[in-house]
């Protein structure tokens, strides 16, 4: 079970917590000869059987396919079916410690008869009525025991029972005091309990129910999509639209963005909704990917999940052969993600980079980049040949104050970032507020500590740490003559005459 030890981990070790209605899906498949006597009805002939996670238990099930560790919250009954799905979810090696057996209610079962590719019926077993005010305690205090060391949380509601308002909202009102991400899949029509959720992810027919607005163009969803995101105060939504693909909307940038579907068969559809969240949450909270690079995969998942049978996952290499990259690194180049970077978020990435290339040798350096030129991008790029990842610490507004006075910077620091992040031979960049890196470099531990020639080896901060780390200090030479203090000096003298 999740410890509080798990809030000291980096991101891309910390579980996911994946709340919600727990189902299991069975597949019954055979082929069709005949009429039965008794009723105008098809006779299916089986010739197989299979189980699956279903609802939250399949959103987890995909999660930990791509490698993260997941937490399941969720509840079923004392029967053979909710035996069935704890053997399931022990096998994809997911921590079942919070699921609740509950005497008396059997699990959800969806079972599906098929043959000849066609789904013939499909029949459901389940009681929706709302916990018990034992049983919603338990939830609650488990959930509190275990979000502050979690990388986020998601909402899988199938309408079963188990998420009551009252458990969303106080599970909500918890993610937001704590800073947690928080992703929502919904089959309910009212969504008011949702409110304050990172980003909710309904299909057409949800947002046409929630809205209660007829979608009949693609003008209509985008009214439908703002309103909603209005109404429950989510900054993204995620509307999945079958075959058609993904409708993305981000408050941030108050655009939509359509990611057409590209499948070129559909063998099954069923628990692709869950692929797309499991694969949107994967990138958006672990791989820490920006939410509209989240939403190009989620998609690119969708059209993996749809053509295969019955409910399937979804794995990294998988994801990787769909958008023909060869590596973990190629499909960051491939997505393009910012190199903008907290201290929490780079630590994550140089575990990450550790874990796959033990060899990989880290390079950081610092400074103010204050009109950024010819001198800076020799120096940067002198020092990313010591190594294989170069990271840039970079002195925010007020930090560049603390150093040269209120005159400076020239360029504010959002541009700053992105004049350095343009650059190829920089990998990463992470602001700080302090007068030194100090706490950065004791952060990161470095294998290369790089400055300038102009300072002496005594001079340079955080020296000591990196050499006791088995690290070494470079000082690189630095262009003469060129420096943002004379650039500056040189266009006040030609603008004064």
């Known amino acids: 079970m999740l410890s509080e030890d798990s809030a000291t981990l980096p991101y891309a070790e910390r579980p996911l917590l994946v709340v919600g209605d727990l189902i299991l899906d069975q597949f019954i498949r055979g082929t069709v000869k005949r009429i039965s006597p008794e009723a105008p009805v098809p006779v299916v002939e089986q010739q197989e059987a299979a189980f699956y996670p279903g609802g939250a238990a399949n959103v987890a099930c995909n999660l930990a396919a791509l490698g993260a560790a997941v937490v399941l919250v969720g509840a079923i009954g004392d029967d053979e079916e909710g035996r069935q799905l704890m053997r399931s979810l022990s096998q994809s090696k997911i921590d079942t410690s919070l699921i609740q057996v509950i005497p008396g209610r059997p699990t959800s079962l969806k079972t599906r008869i098929i043959a000849e590719q066609q789904q013939i019926v499909r029949v459901d077993r389940e009681v929706t009525t709302p916990l018990g005010e ?99 105060q989510a900054p993204v939504l995620l509307v999945t639209c079958g075959q058609n693909g993904i409708r993305l909307y981000d408050s941030d940038s108050q655009q939509r963005t359509h990611f057409p579907g590209h499948a070129e068969t559909v063998a099954d559809v069923s628990g692709a909704g869950d692929t797309v969240i499991a694969v949107f949450t994967w990138a958006l909270t672990i791989r820490r990917f920006s939410v509209h690079q989240a939403a190009k995969l989620a998609n690119d998942a969708g059209t993996l999940a749809v053509g295969k049978k019955g409910i399937s996952t979804i794995n990294v290499d998988e ?14 180049r491939e997505l393009g993600p910012s190199k903008n970077r907290t201290l929490e978020q780079l630590l994550s990435d140089i575990h990450a980079v550790r874990q796959s290339q033990p060899s990989a040798k880290i390079v950081f350096t610092n400074g103010c980049f204050d009109m950024l030129h010819a001198g800076h991008v020799s120096y940067l790029q002198r020092a990313k040949a010591l190594g294989d990842l170069l990271l840039v610490g970079l002195n925010s507004d007020s930090s560049v104050r603390q150093i040269k006075g209120n005159r400076r910077p020239i360029v504010p620091e959002a541009q700053r970032v992105q004049t350095l992040a343009g650059l190829e031979c920089v990998d990463f960049v992470v602001l700080f507020d302090q007068e030194t890196p100090l706490h950065l470099i004791q952060a990161i531990k470095p294998d290369f500590l790089v400055k300038g020639s102009d300072y002496e080896l005594h001079q340079v901060v955080g020296r000591d740490f990196v050499e006791a780390n088995g690290g070494r200090v470079e000082l690189l030479p630095s262009n003469q003559g060129i420096s943002t203090s004379k650039i500056i000096q040189e266009i006040m003298n030609r603008y004064s005459e």
Do not use: W
């Open 319 to 332: 994801l990787l052969s769909l958008v023909e990259v060869h590596s973990i690194n190629g499909l960051d």
């Open 134 to 232: 034992q049983h919603v305690s338990r939830v609650l205090e488990a959930i509190q025991g275990c979000l502050a060391g979690s990388a986020g949380l998601v909402f899988s509601d199938y309408n079963k029972g188990f998420l009551s308002p009252s458990i969303v909202t106080a599970i909500i009102r918890q993610a937001q005091s704590l800073e947690k991400t928080v992703i929502a899949d919904t089959k309910l029509q009212v969504l008011d309990h949702y409110r304050g959720v990172t980003a909710l992810t309904p299909n057409i027919n949800e947002l046409q129910l929630s809205t209660g607005r007829l979608l009949c163009s693609p003008s209509d969803i985008d009214v439908a999509a703002r309103e909603l995101m209005d109404k429950i």
